[in-house]
């Protein structure tokens, strides 16, 4: 199957800052998903993207499918931000393997 | 996207006994799945339920710990048999939405076993 590999595992921010998390994947996906678990365990998806460039509000996203792998933009990060961030693929099974995850932590 | 409503959302249970977790969602699904995140961990896939056929279950889990029931589109429930403290986890059940949202999650049941 798939493997997916985030980095980095953890993240120390001071609000305001901007960051970059990423998202390798090993094989052709036909999905690429990415979530934010916040600390109650409640898990939001943030983009669905396969390919290209979305963009909502603070946050936007990139996946180069042809170079397997996805990028997450946290811009002007608020304490809100804090929690666990996954990005999910999927191939021709159409089952999603999650990474590991990065842990961001947003202080005031 | 569909609306998945999962309860209970968080229970603490003794050893031994069963929880039932449901998920109902607002459309007709073919396929749901439920996943295991365990303390400080990444989720795991349980098991597949598609209606009118047996759950398919990754290697790991079994039916006779996790029995899974799918009785129509919109609903299913997985049971926790025989609990130990190491069942202590978030369960969330999931739907594919392929093409427009990707998979959507319940809120997610806290499982505490003492």
């Known amino acids: 199957g798939i493997q997916v590999e985030q980095s980095p595992p953890d993240l120390i921010l001071q609000e305001g800052a901007n960051s970059t998390l990423r998202c390798n994947f090993s094989?052709?996906?036909?999905?690429l998903q990415w979530f934010h678990q916040n600390p109650w365990g409640q898990l939001i998806n943030l983009f669905y993207i396969p390919s290209g460039t979305k963009q909502n509000g603070r946050l936007s996203a990139t996946t180069v499918a042809t170079e397997r792998y996805s990028l997450l933009y946290i811009s002007s990060s608020q304490t809100t931000d804090s929690g666990v961030y996954f990005c999910?693929?999927?191939?021709?099974?159409?089952?999603?393997?999650f990474g590991r995850g990065t842990s961001l932590i947003v202080h005031p | 996207s569909a609306v998945i409503s999962q309860k209970p959302s968080r229970d603490i249970c003794q050893r031994g006994t069963s929880l039932t977790i449901q998920c109902q969602v607002d459309s007709q699904v073919t396929m749901m799945f439920w996943y295991r995140q365990q303390p400080g961990q990444s989720l795991t896939l349980i098991a597949t339920a598609n209606q009118g056929s047996e759950a398919t279950y990754e290697s790991g889990f079994v039916i006779d710990k996790f029995p899974i029931s799918r009785p129509n589109l919109t609903f299913s429930t997985l049971t926790v048999s025989n609990m130990s403290p190491e069942d202590s986890s978030i369960y969330l059940c999931s739907i594919s939405e392929p093409f427009n949202y990707g998979y959507t999650f319940g809120s997610g049941t806290r499982l505490t076993v003492v």
């Open positions: 999910a693929a999927s191939g021709g099974s159409y089952i999603p393997t």
């Open positions: 094989d052709s996906v036909n999905n």
